[in-house]
């Protein structure tokens, strides 16, 4: 079966940095771009970033580019989000997906993880 495991989240300080995990079983990895997505409290799931399947294509939200950098380790099956300049509204549950259509990935990939929640304090 196809298992997305996310980890990293967690209680950060406004200003702060954290690295999140993604790791992926269940499937051939290098053929699936990999997004991240977030949903805060009383908000809709919205998009934060997705890497192609050999890492050279990346997309970012406007609100966190320049704060956020999607990258991934294909011989480990995994992806990272590195969070930087951590903001409040920032709050959110973070989930990977995965999807072999790297234009679809944004708008309704195949598989999705579980979450992991990260917390900015002011």
């Known amino acids: 079966q196809v298992q997305l495991l996310e980890s990293g989240g967690g209680l950060v300080q406004a200003g702060g940095s954290l690295r999140l995990s993604c790791v992926v079983s269940?499937?051939?990895?290098?053929?699936?771009?990999i997004a991240w997505f977030r949903q805060a409290p009383g908000k809709e799931r919205e998009f934060v970033a997705a890497i192609s399947q050999t890492g050279i294509g990346t997309s970012y939200a406007d609100s966190v580019k320049g704060r956020f950098t999607c990258s991934r380790d294909n011989a480990r099956n995994t992806v990272h989000l590195q969070m930087n300049s951590l903001k409040p509204e920032d709050t959110a549950v973070y989930y990977c997906?995965?999807?072999?259509?790297?234009?679809?990935?944004?708008?309704?990939?195949?598989?999705w993880g579980k979450g992991t929640l990260t917390t900015v304090s002011s």
């Open positions: 997906a995965a999807d072999q259509r790297f234009w679809r990935i944004s708008r309704s990939p195949d598989y």
């Open positions: 269940g499937l051939t990895f290098g053929s699936y771009a």
